[in-house]
């Protein structure tokens, strides 16, 4: 190994140019593949949330339930869900949506709790119907929140999709992959980069966005 | 009452489910359109839990509340809110929106047109008190006092005949406290809103109410009367208890000056001869002597200054205290044990009406 690296350059640019069109395309793979299973995961996680929310006793099987979807790793989940859904990008979604949960019902039900109890009565007292306080109130009072529960799904999130290469997917996972197999550094470390800036991006897009959708709480926020 | 009634309670309970005592037991209240009525009591007296069953933030258990002559339980709950200001200690400003926005909160549940919700933000704005240069602030950004006039505007947003108000001046300090209270006497003057109004404090509920509702433990109405009245007379042992020392103190405070008998004093014209100087300080066996000139009171001088000198040609010196008509007996008792010559002087528009010792003020409390 030690051989093979002194005998090619660590970073191989002819290489990137010339794969542009495939990197092209698995950003893509990775972003749709990311978007697909948080946003999937959000409107689960809003439902289980209400349920929650509603009926308190809910919230501790709840929890228990997505708690332990995320304790599985995720090669295995991949593997469970083989002989279900097969080989495919259903797979991959249904257990990239099921490790979001437990992060997004947690912070959806701790945001929504969060809103103090005065502001709740006034807005009752105002005449509020129950539905017009949940998404009038509730839910953006909540915002800042339910956005730091989304960052940390998200991350998380790009990060699992790498290992849907197993899958035949992978996003920069396939880089990743095809890497390990034939020792071209060049191909890890392309994914591994772009895996990590795509996960930063991300994370300071939610940033600005919390930024921009809750300028009252810039101080705290 | 002959006064035509604007909310009304028969026999109103509230048990909380678990609770062994009702909240409230078999309240009867009756509030006159227009009228201010404090519900005030100890700890656990019901005097909230009978506020919210009026919005029904608490359904009751039993008994009918009639607003305006309709039945409150009879309409959807949001609708009844709607109609009806509320206003809460811990203020309650949405904090995710505007000034501007958190008073147009009803106006547009109600489904105002905006050109109409913003004319009324901008009156209320002045109205309680605030500039126009905080409507696009956030809550956050001012102080408690700022945020309970905000609170004020909200609940008068929508012209709601009547006002909840819970404790609205209990979180903030004691300086700013007394100022939201006076302004809302005022406010409350010009408005004419029936509003029911929750306090732990007597003092408040004295000042404010014209009637007062002062409960005891479980809900139980114990005297329901003109706070003067009640002072006046307390109807059992428990009242006369709530109301703690100083009763007579509490009463003075209600009483103004201008309602007082007073004395004209040691008082004379700079163009009248000296000799009627001294006639008034023998005469009220007092070593000084007050100038006024065309009525204006222009202070005071010594006994030993006063000799043939014209008066006019004295320097008095200023009353460091004067009370106007409108000032409180309570305020008159003040500037008479504090000044050096033991009176109030009484001005109003600089014109001198008179004045009031110890005793004057000692008369008006056993009347």
């Known amino acids: 190994m030690m051989l093979a690296q002194e005998a090619t350059p660590l970073i191989d640019w002819e290489w990137i140019g010339r794969n542009m069109g495939e990197i092209v395309d698995r950003t893509w793979q990775h972003l749709s593949l990311t978007a697909v299973s948080v946003g999937l995961g959000l409107v689960i996680s809003l439902g289980l949330s209400v349920v929650a929310l509603r009926w308190r006793w809910t919230y501790s099987p709840i929890t228990w339930v997505t708690g332990l979807l995320y304790t599985i790793p995720s090669l295995a989940l991949f593997a469970l869900l083989v002989p279900i859904v097969g080989l495919n990008a259903t797979n991959a979604v249904i257990a990239l949506t099921s490790y979001t949960l437990l992060i997004l019902i947690r912070n959806l039900v701790a945001g929504i709790d969060g809103v103090p109890g005065p502001v709740l009565e006034a807005a009752d007292g105002m005449g509020y119907t129950r539905r017009a306080r949940f998404w009038q109130m509730e839910i953006p009072l909540a915002l800042p929140v339910i956005i730091a529960g989304l960052r940390i799904a998200t991350v998380t999130t790009v990060g699992l999709v790498t290992v849907t290469a197993v899958l035949g997917l992978g996003g920069y996972g396939y880089f990743i992959l095809r890497g390990l197999n034939t020792f071209f550094w060049t191909q890890i470390l392309v994914g591994v980069t772009l895996s990590v800036a795509l996960a930063t991006v991300l994370d300071v897009g939610f940033v600005w966005l919390q930024r921009l959708l809750s300028p009252w709480a810039r101080r705290t926020g | 009452m002959t006064r035509d009634s604007m909310i009304r309670l028969e026999k109103v309970s509230k048990v909380f489910p678990g609770a062994e005592m009702p909240a409230v037991a078999d309240l009867d209240l009756d509030i006159g359109r227009g009228e ?21 933030l608490i359904e009751p258990s039993s008994g009918t509340i009639l607003i305006d002559g309709r039945d409150a339980l009879a309409l959807a709950p949001h609708e009844l809110r709607r109609s009806i200001g509320y206003v809460i200690q811990q203020i309650g400003l949405f904090p995710h929106r505007t000034i501007g926005q958190n008073i147009a909160t009803v106006p547009e549940l109600l489904g105002w047109d905006s050109s109409r919700t913003e004319e009324r933000v901008t009156e209320l704005v002045e109205v309680v008190g605030l500039s126009k240069g905080m409507l696009n602030r956030y809550p956050s950004e001012l102080s408690g006092g700022q945020q309970q006039r905000v609170g004020v505007a909200r609940a008068l947003a929508a012209d709601p005949p009547v006002l909840l108000m819970d404790e609205p001046f209990g979180a903030v300090d004691p300086i700013v406290r007394k100022r939201l209270q006076q302004e809302f006497r005022v406010l409350q003057q010009r408005l004419g809103k029936t509003v029911v109004f929750v306090t732990h404090d007597v003092d408040e509920a004295i000042l404010l109410g014209d009637r007062m509702a002062i409960l005891n433990v479980g809900g139980v109405l114990e005297q329901y009367d003109r706070p003067e009245a009640i002072l006046a007379e307390p109807a059992n042992a428990f009242v006369d208890d709530f109301l703690g020392g100083e009763r007579g103190l509490k009463r003075l405070a209600l009483l103004t000056v201008g309602e007082a008998d007073m004395r004209w004093g040691p008082v ?99 009347e």
Not at chain 2, 37 to 51: I, R
Not at chain 2, 288 to 311: A, I
Not at chain 2, 315 to 322: D, G
């Open chain 2, 268 to 366: 004379v014209d700079v163009k009248d001869d000296p000799e009627e100087a001294r006639k008034a300080m023998s005469r009220e066996q007092v070593d000084w002597v007050g100038l006024v000139d065309e009525g204006r009171l222009l202070g005071w001088v010594d006994g030993t200054q006063v000799d043939d000198t014209p008066l006019a040609e004295l320097e008095p010196r200023p009353f460091l205290v004067t009370l106007s008509g409108e000032s409180s007996l309570r305020s008159a008792l003040d500037a008479v044990v504090t000044s050096h010559a033991r009176v109030a002087m009484v001005v109003d528009d600089g014109i001198y009406k008179g004045m009031l010792d110890l005793e004057g003020i000692a008369e008006e409390i056993t």
């Open chain 2, 36 to 56: 201010l009525v404090t519900l005030v009591g100890p700890s656990g007296c019901g005097k909230t839990t009978t506020l919210k069953m009026i919005n029904r």
